[in-house]
């Protein structure tokens, strides 16, 4: 009589392992199933935080416009309708915007040289108010960020982006020390920290690069450094929005003030983060929807995988069934016993599937270059489904197994 669990377990090991081969092609359905789910689920979990990461540097919360480029030829026929983005937009969009809590402004220098006493560098220099660092979630590694008294004093001074800041002063702290920009020499006041973002555009806009960069006060860049021929007085202007407000619908306002401004010239584009960041959940959705469809028909077939070997055994076993019935097993203990064996492979397929799953996880991120994240979620979801699968799949050949008539399955060859 059957009146434990872990006998039955052991049998249903016993009994794979007397089919190593068999049990091979049953078990391979499932963990390629639960692999296929948990690489899927990892890399849209993945694919999640690293979009959260991306738009938190350019702020959910804010709308950017910025200056288009153009041809020299172009931009000058552009000049003689429009100006370009300058303060006095800036200016425009707070006081007659009132969901507009907070902006910054960003001007960007045309340099000759960067050097230190200890390099050189390449990176490119900007003037930004004092709001920038906030509204784009910006920290220091070291030092201090730019403040208004900076902007108000028109001082020397510059914050460092991380690999800037690498190149300009190799043998240790930048803080405290001199930098010269063309012919003006700027005191670095701050290192920025360097947050990874793995990636230099998001849904076609380009982000980050704020690690090869230089931040000198606004004021500072419009007095005493020069901009390239012909450019706006600002090159981007953010506008951080209330919470109240939907940034689709700022983003209306916010259009129309421009366009009445600039002469309805369009030498900005207006980007919108929020909607970004729902145009890339729109398809990361499609795409886990598409993986999904892969993913079940994988454990469909290792379903029915569990279902053809546990049919098999019925047959193979038809006389230990009449024995097990002749000697006072029921129905139950029978149907009980290769519910037990659905299940005991459907949990080590799941568990090598999990393993199978992480390492394609792995694969997948390496040559892809996709962000991957593991999820504990994952994991037990697909386990969770995998041993549904397999023992619903299972429950036939068992109900089957049971209703064997006990005299005819002793007398079975």
Same mark, same amino acid.
């Given at each position: ?32 199933? =639960? ?31 910025? #200056? ?60 930004? #108010? ?16 730019? #403040? ?8 020397? =001074?510059?914050?460092? &982006? ?42 076609? =806009? ?148 999990? =393993? ?33 699968? &397999? ?20 007398? #079975?060859?």
């Amino acid at each position: 009589m059957i009146t434990t669990f872990k006998p039955l377990i052991l049998d249903a090991l016993s009994e794979m392992a007397a089919h190593k081969l068999r049990t091979l092609l049953t078990l391979l359905g499932m963990i390629f199933g =639960v692999g296929a789910v948990i690489a899927m689920l990892n890399i849209g979990e993945g694919a999640e935080r690293q979009a959260l990461k991306l738009i938190d540097s350019m702020g959910l919360r804010n709308l950017i416009v910025e #200056s288009k480029q153009f041809a020299n030829d172009e931009l000058m026929e552009i000049r003689e309708e429009s100006l370009g983005l300058t303060l006095a937009d800036v200016e425009a969009a707070a006081a007659t915007l009132p969901f507009v809590e907070d902006y910054s402004a960003e001007r960007r220098i045309k340099t000759q040289s960067i050097y230190s006493d200890q390099g050189r560098s390449d990176a490119n220099v900007v003037g930004v #108010s004092a709001s920038h660092f906030s509204l784009a979630n910006m920290k220091t590694a070291s030092g201090r960020l730019l #403040s208004k008294d900076d902007n108000r004093d028109v001082a020397q =001074v510059v914050v460092l &982006g991380s690999s800037a800041a690498e190149d300009l002063f190799p043998q240790g702290e930048a803080v405290g020390k001199f930098v010269k920009v063309n012919h003006l020499w700027l005191e670095v006041v701050g290192v920025l920290f360097n947050p990874y973002l793995g990636k230099d555009e998001f849904q076609g =806009v380009k982000i980050g690069g704020d690690s090869a960069r230089l931040f000198v006060p606004l004021s500072t860049s419009m007095k005493k450094l020069n901009a390239p021929a012909l450019a706006s007085e600002l090159d981007v202007i953010k506008l951080k929005i209330s919470e109240s407000v939907d940034p689709s619908v700022a983003a209306k306002a916010v259009a129309q003030l421009f366009k009445l401004r600039h002469g309805e010239t369009e030498d900005y584009q207006l980007i919108i983060p929020a909607a970004l960041l729902a145009q890339q959940k729109q398809t990361q959705q499609i795409f886990n929807i598409v993986m999904a469809c892969v993913a079940g028909i994988s454990l469909l077939v290792g379903g029915i995988g569990i279902m053809n070997i546990m049919l098999a055994n019925v047959l193979e076993r038809t006389k230990e069934i009449g024995l097990l019935r002749a000697v006072g097993a029921t129905q139950k203990d029978i149907k009980f016993q290769f519910i037990a064996e659905s299940f005991t492979i459907s949990v080590l397929g799941g568990l090598l599937g999990i =393993v199978f799953g992480l390492a394609l996880s792995e694969i997948i991120g390496f040559y892809s270059g996709w962000a991957v994240s593991w999820s504990m979620v994952a994991i037990f979801l697909s386990l969770g489904i995998c041993i549904a699968v &397999g023992v619903g799949f299972g429950v036939f050949p068992a109900i089957k197994a049971s209703q064997l008539n006990p005299i005819e399955a002793l007398h #079975s060859d």
